[in-house]
Nanobody, 119 residues
Framework: QVQLVESGGGLVQPGGSLRLSCAAS????????MAWYRQAPGKERELVAS???????NYADSVKGRFTISRDNAKNTVYLQMDSLKPEDTAVYHC?????????????WGQGTQVTVSS
């Protein structure tokens, strides 16, 4: 399994931007499908965005056009660029590494990073 460490969360005003990073250990990062999930208080964890080993991306309808997932295999890092943030984006964001696309949501998890969107 890979070890994952997220960073980049914080407090931002509505309409603002943040970029989350997820650094992975191990030498086989490039073969993993990577994803960002989020969990708001009192709500279930939801898939925000995913990117396969072939750089195919997928987004939740609620973030399409505002969030962009990307990966840099040379740095063993996946990113989530979040623009036009809304209060409903407030959540703990978790990084996920899965050995196959079908296994997204299983595999390894990071500890999470808090994103708060508030004026």
């Amino acid at each position: 399994q890979v070890q994952l460490v997220e960073s980049g969360g914080g407090l931002v005003q509505p309409g603002g931007s943040l970029r989350l990073s997820c650094a992975a250990s191990g030498s086989r990062f490039s073969i993993y499908a990577m994803a960002w999930y989020r969990q708001a208080p009192g709500k279930e964890r939801e898939l925000v965005a995913s990117i396969t080993s072939r750089f195919s991306t997928n987004y939740a309808d609620s973030v399409k056009g505002r969030f962009t997932i990307s990966r840099d295999n040379a740095k063993n890092t996946v990113y989530l660029q979040m623009d036009s943030l809304k209060p409903e984006d407030t959540a703990v964001y978790h990084c996920n590494a899965a050995p196959t696309t079908a296994a997204i949501g299983f595999g390894s998890w990071g500890q999470g990073t808090q994103v708060t969107v508030s004026s």
